[in-house]
Structures are given as structure tokens and as C-alpha cells.
């Protein structure tokens, strides 16, 4: 946000209520590259290959990617016109329905604040590799209280861990594809492997159609935290030409990191190996596999410290977009009006309080009851990443015929996504599609398993009860089209 001399005078009223625009170019971009790179392509990646054999998983990863790259060309259309913190629930209100953005900022900052969570307690076992004496308590603690401080710093110090924790992830994928390629084609690590692992027993498609689908929905959580871009939008210095900048890289990180990676695994490593099932250890990543392979003894600990660094990233991000969107609610009236003070350095000081303390609170319940408490709250946002990409792809309809009703020209846009309405049309159903298909072995037996399908898809009631409760409560309507706003509030 630029300096004025009014802005000047009232400098102690704006740092109360104003976000501020300190996202450089370089963070927005490495905020969407790092965003979707974790612990689902280090670890999880091995799994969809073993479940749908190396040509299944290759099918899977590229129609997550074609779903990703439309949901953010989507949200860079948006949040170039509009970018504001809370970008869910306001492109949801402005173009949908009040209630429809309301159940949006809720649902996805219910997400965000299971995934510290989740994060925090994967980050204290990640540390037992090195330090098995030490309770993993103490370095979720630990790890809780620095991230909390990167992001009471200031929007800044948010940025610049997140460009670190991505330039430490991005190395580790580029050495490692150039590691990979270079042993299959027999320049390393003895011969060349050839295509014998795409011709092996059910290979290249193990299971058909039906293990493409069931990986499917394992790669979609993989892709999720590209979305973060949208949020980071709200405090980024020139949205209009950095949002589109990060957006348009997607596509080809997608293409780079995850669908060449599949490749160089799928290559070197037999679908049927053990190893491959097991998304729990480091010591049996796919990544760690491949380096092992090639003599590198070290890889373990290595990739044990790259997993680390993504763990605490996706805290990172999860805790910056859970403050960023409860103080949005908060300006728009749907959530406490306590959670929109803003401190001198420009970061939502309470919103940032209450993520921090709901996020330690679910990584307890881990504690007690075996777990069984904190798996239910898992499941209950198992979902909900779904949903958040489904709203996008809505609202960005809605936002495109609402420009087109009122006469505006597409060619003001600073940013236009390719292929509409065929690519929010396509996203919507893929999105469907996950969200439906979750769990559907447990329809397909002798007798359905309810308890299962009530732990998987808990979080879409949930969602609707959010939705239609709210609609009836305030009776709110779907917004004509030609009354949606394009101004971006004063927030």
C-alpha cells in the first residue's frame, strides 16, 4: 500500500485496522511453488505408484494437475481485480451468496487450523529420527512458538520463511530429478533401466480405471496449499502484476516437480516393492529410495531434514491463512468483531492468538484418548480443501458472468483466465467427483461400513449445515448478477 499524506497523518488508526502490502514479487512466487510441495510428493508419492501402478499414477497426477492449474488461473482472476485476505469467503459473498461465503471462511479456516495441527505432530516424530529420547511433544511446542513468531513479526517475516522453506524444497526436487534421470539413463548407478517396470506384471495401469480413481483422491490432497497464493494476495505490494506472475507458474511447477517425479520413481523403482506402501517413514520415501540407489548413503537424513522443512512450511502457511481469514470475517461481520485489530506491524494480532491457541489445542487432543479425538477432527476436514476449490471454481463463474452482465470488457482484466467456462465447468466436476468419490469402497461391500463413511465425509454436512443455517438465520439471497461489486473494500 502506497504512502499518502493522509495516510500519513492517520498512520496509528491505519496499523489498527489495515492489513499491509509487504509481499514482495519473489515471495508470491515461491508461496505458490512451495505451496503444494510436502510431505504428499516426499512421502505419499510412493503409495499412489504401488495402488495404481506407474502409468495409473501418472494419469492421476496429471488430471489433479489440469484441476489445479483451473482452480488457480481461476483465483488469479479474482484476486488480481480483488485481492484481498479473506479471499474465500468474499469472492464467495460477493458472487455467490452471503451464506455461501460465510460457510466457505469457516470451513477453510476449520482446515487450516487441523492442518497446524496435523503439522505440529508430525513435525515432533520427524524429530525422534534424530533425537529418539526427546518427548515429540517438546518439538511440536517448540516449533509451535517459532512459527508463532515468524508471524507476529509481520507479514514480512511470514514471506521470508516461506521463500526459504521453498528454495530448501525446490533444490531437493531439481537434484533429485537430475539424480534420477541420470541413473535411468545408466550414467549413474549402473545400467540403464529401461521400461521393464512400465511392462511388469499389472503394469503400467494396476487395478484400471477404478485404482486411477481411488489415487485420485490421495493426489488431490497433494496439490492442496496452492491456493494460498489467493489469501497472500491481500498483502502482496502489486497484486495486479504478481498475482498472475505466481499463478502462471503453476502449471509448469506441476509439470517440473510432481509429474516428472512420478516419472524418475516409476522408472527406478518396481510398483510391487514394499517400500513403496509405507507414507509413514522417511526412511522408505520414494525420494530417499532413489538416492540410496545411487550411493548416496546420507539420503535418509537428508530427506528426513527437506520433510521437516515442509512440514513446517504447510504450518506456516496454515497459520498465516487462518489469522489473515478470521480477521476478513471479522470486517465483513461474520465472525467476532474482537478479531479485526490489527497491530503497529500490520498482522491481525488477535486472529493470529485465537489460530495459534485452537491449533495447540487440536494438536493435544492427540494426547489423550489415543488419539481418537484428534483423528475425528482430522476427519472432519478431510474434506474440506475439496470444498474450498469447489467455492473457487464457483465463484469464479459467477464472477465472469457478472462482469460480462454488466457490460465491463474482459480486456480490462489484469489478469484473464484461459478457457472459460470450460475451466472453472471442469474443476467444479473433478472437484466433485473427490469429494463424492472420498471413500466409495465402503459403499461397494457385502454390508456398508458406516462408521467409515461417517469418518470420511463428516466434513460435507458440516458444510451445508453451515451453508443453510446460516441462509435461513439471515435470510440472505443469492446476489443478482447484476448487483455483484467488483470494488475491493477498504479493509
Not at 154 to 177: D, H, M, N, P, Q
Not at 370 to 382: E, I, Q
Not at 481 to 491: A, G, I, K, M, S
Amino acid at each position: 500500500m502506497s504512502n499518502t499524506p493522509l495516510q500519513t497523518k492517520t498512520d496509528s488508526n491505519v496499523s489498527r485496522n489495515q492489513l499491509k502490502r509487504r509481499l514482495k514479487a519473489r515471495h508470491l512466487t515461491m508461496i505458490a511453488i512451495g505451496g503444494t510441495i510436502g510431505t504428499g510428493l516426499f512421502l505419499a508419492s510412493g503409495a499412489t505408484i504401488s495402488d495404481a501402478g506407474p502409468g495409473g499414477a501418472l494419469v492421476a497426477y496429471i488430471i489433479s494437475g489440469i484441476m489445479v492449474y483451473f482452480l488457480m488461473t481461476s483465483l488469479g482472476e479474482m484476486a488480481s481485480v480483488i485481492p484481498v485476505a479473506g479471499s474465500f469467503s468474499t469472492y464467495g459473498t460477493k458472487f455467490v451468496d452471503k451464506a455461501f461465503g460465510f460457510s466457505q471462511g469457516w470451513n477453510y479456516w476449520y482446515y487450516s487450523a487441523m492442518i497446524v495441527a496435523l503439522e505440529l505432530s508430525a513435525a515432533g516424530l520427524i524429530m525422534k529420527f534424530w533425537l529418539p529420547s526427546v518427548p515429540s511433544i517438546f518439538w511440536s511446542s517448540l516449533f509451535l512458538v517459532l512459527l508463532f513468531l515468524l508471524n507476529i513479526l509481520s507479514v514480512r517475516g511470514y514471506g521470508e520463511a516461506e521463500y526459504w522453506f521453498s528454495i530448501i524444497k525446490v533444490a531437493t526436487i531439481i537434484i533429485f530429478l537430475v539424480t534420477g534421470f541420470l541413473m535411468i539413463l545408466g550414467i549413474m548407478g549402473g545400467e540403464a533401466v529401461g521400461f521393464k517396470n512400465f511392462t511388469m506384471g499389472e503394469a503400467p495401469f494396476k487395478g484400471g480405471f477404478m485404482a486411477i480413481i481411488g489415487v485420485f483422491m490421495i493426489v488431490g490432497f497433494s496439490f492442496q496449499g496452492t491456493e494460498i497464493v489467493g489469501i497472500s494476495a491481500g498483502e502482496s505490494e502489486n497484486p495486479a502484476k504478481n498475482v498472475p506472475k505466481a499463478v502462471k507458474q503453476i502449471f509448469w511447477r506441476i509439470l517440473l516437480f510432481f509429474i516428472l517425479s512420478i516419472i524418475v520413481i516409476s522408472f527406478l523403482i518396481p510398483y510391487d516393492d514394499p517400500r513403496l506402501l509405507n507414507a509413514d517413514s522417511v526412511s522408505v520415501s520414494p525420494f530417499t529410495l532413489v538416492f540410496k540407489r545411487a550411493g548416496l548413503a546420507f539420503a535418509a537424513s537428508v530427506m528426513n531434514a527437506v520433510v521437516l522443512t515442509a512440514v513446517l512450511s504447510t504450518a506456516n502457511s496454515s497459520i498465516y491463512a487462518c489469522s489473515r481469514l478470521l480477521w476478513t470475517m471479522a470486517k465483513e461481520g461474520t465472525a467476532p468483531r474482537f478479531l479485526r485489530k490489527v497491530n503497529s506491524r500490520g498482522v491481525p494480532i488477535n486472529a493470529l492468538y485465537v489460530t495459534t491457541i485452537v491449533g495447540m489445542l487440536a494438536f493435544l487432543t492427540s494426547i489423550f484418548g489415543d488419539g481418537t479425538v484428534y483423528f475425528w477432527l482430522l476427519n472432519a476436514c478431510s474434506l474440506t480443501g475439496f470444498i474450498a476449490w469447489l467455492g473457487i471454481a464457483v465463484s469464479h463463474y459467477r464472477f465472469r458472468r457478472a462482469y460480462v452482465a454488466q457490460g465491463k470488457d474482459l480486456k480490462e482484466l489484469p489478469y484473464k483466465a484461459k478457457w472459460f467456462p470450460l475451466g472453472p465447468i471442469l474443476a467444479f466436476v473433478l472437484c466433485m467427483v473427490a469429494i463424492l468419490g472420498q471413500n466409495y469402497q465402503a459403499f461397494l461391500g457385502n454390508e456398508i461400513d458406516w462408521g467409515n463413511i461417517i469418518a470420511s465425509y463428516i466434513g460435507l454436512p458440516l458444510f451445508l449445515l453451515l451453508w443453510f443455517g446460516y441462509k435461513i438465520i439471515k435470510k440472505t439471497r443469492v446476489v443478482r448478477l447484476e448487483d455483484c461489486t467488483f470494488e475491493q473494500e477498504d479493509h
